[in-house]
């Protein structure tokens, strides 16, 4: 199929026609409730089994996004490549603006997505590339999430029933594994990779991704919980490795939270008491220090957690969006405790750090250097 037109609502009102969407599904992420409609019973059983913790009988709903099995439609758009990330050399996304939104074109599989003004669409060979069709859907989320107030940060997220924590990290820090070593002290999981954070009435909250958790293989190994997430080969083959090697594999595994931590819950919402950013060495033999920083004065942490909203995400008035900047996501941190983690990496030091804040619901305002180590001792 051919698309000419460049309106948004014309396209989509043309693939839907062409490809009818009349399976529903209903996902309820905090308190936004999203209806999936797609045209293959295969998409609704993947994605059902997907968001297994969220799918919720039909109600009203805030976003609504169809999924089309289908060929890889012809756009005679121009699109405009990706500049990889920093580090990255694939380019893997280009987009196309439209006057009323904008599709995202995957380069290696062909999938398409069109959105803006809060008409949502996903069409090509989606079966073959569910975790795009899944990352869509989070993606429309965090934009419906963001438009009601908040900054985007890049952070894993665990909690308490009344406090949470996030955990950032420069890359390949191990914000991921360190929330799952927390989580095998039953704490429940909030977010692997994206916290929408927001000024509340009741303080500092956070809303995470209905993502599960992708880990590398180092985390497998060296978390009992995770012990049957490999194959026996792979475990010998990664167990072979050297821990240098092993902390740059290339690899990801997903790890349903309730599948192999059955004494956590995935929630998508805490209140947010503190904040960790790991900025530690892989090569440092010593034990991991934990320092409480101001983020206003250590904005040089920051670019750890700070993060762009990308090409899946639309303002409201289809303007180009102005990414916040270091003082407004300073500003907002100051609400709560931030505590960067120097020294050696120690994943079962820091999670036990990381129970003793919990427990406390944070660091209190006043205390000397010598507290931390005395909060570590005490688990």
């Known amino acids: 199929m051919r698309i000419n037109s460049y309106l948004r609502r014309e396209i989509t009102q043309t693939l839907r026609n062409a490809y009818p969407a009349d399976i529903g599904l209903f996902l309820r992420f905090g308190d936004c409730v999203v209806r999936v409609r797609m045209n293959r019973p295969a998409l609704k059983a993947g994605l059902s089994d997907y968001f297994a913790a969220f799918v919720v009988g039909e109600s009203d709903h805030n976003i609504d996004i169809t999924v089309h099995e289908a060929a890889i ?5 121009d699109f405009t490549a990706k500049t990889p990330d920093p580090g990255k050399t694939k380019i893997k996304e280009a987009s196309a603006e439209l006057s009323d939104g904008r599709i995202v074109r995957k380069l290696l599989t062909g999938m398409h997505f069109i959105f803006g003004q809060g008409d949502n669409l996903a069409v090509g060979p989606c079966l073959a590339n569910a975790n795009q069709v899944i990352n869509f859907i989070n993606n429309r989320y965090i934009e419906w999430s963001l438009h009601q107030g908040g900054l985007l940060g890049h952070a894993a997220g665990v ?16 914000k991921s594994t360190l929330a799952l070593h927390l989580l095998r002290y039953g704490v429940d999981f909030v977010s692997n990779d994206r916290l929408m954070i927001k000024q509340t009435d009741r303080g500092l909250t956070m809303s995470g991704v209905a993502k599960h958790p992708r880990i590398n293989p180092g985390t497998a190994l060296n978390n009992e919980n995770l012990k049957t997430l490999l194959t026996q080969a792979d475990r010998s083959r990664y167990a072979a490795l050297s821990k240098e090697a092993l902390w740059h594999l290339e690899e990801k595994y997903d ?17 947010m008491t503190g904040l960790f950013i790991l900025n530690w060495e892989n090569e440092n033999p010593s034990p991991p220090v934990f320092a409480a920083v101001d983020p206003g ?83």
């Open 159 to 174: 909690r308490l029933p009344d406090a949470g924590l996030a955990l950032a990290g420069f890359s390949g820090m191990g």
């Open 297 to 379: 004065r250590r904005q040089d942490l920051l670019a750890a957690f700070m993060k762009k909203t990308g090409l899946f995400y639309h303002s409201p008035d289809g303007n180009t969006a102005v990414d916040p900047t270091e003082d407004e996501y300073a500003a907002l941190l100051k609400q709560c405790d931030v505590v960067e983690i120097k020294g050696g990496v120690d994943f079962d030091a820091a999670a036990r750090f990381g129970m003793a804040f919990l427990e406390n619901r944070g660091v209190p305002a006043r205390y000397s250097d010598d507290l931390i180590p005395d909060l570590l001792r005490a688990r």
């Open 255 to 271: 790890a349903p939270v309730e599948t192999f931590f059955p004494g956590s819950r995935f929630v998508l919402s805490a209140p």
């Open 73 to 77: 439609p012809e756009f005679f758009h």
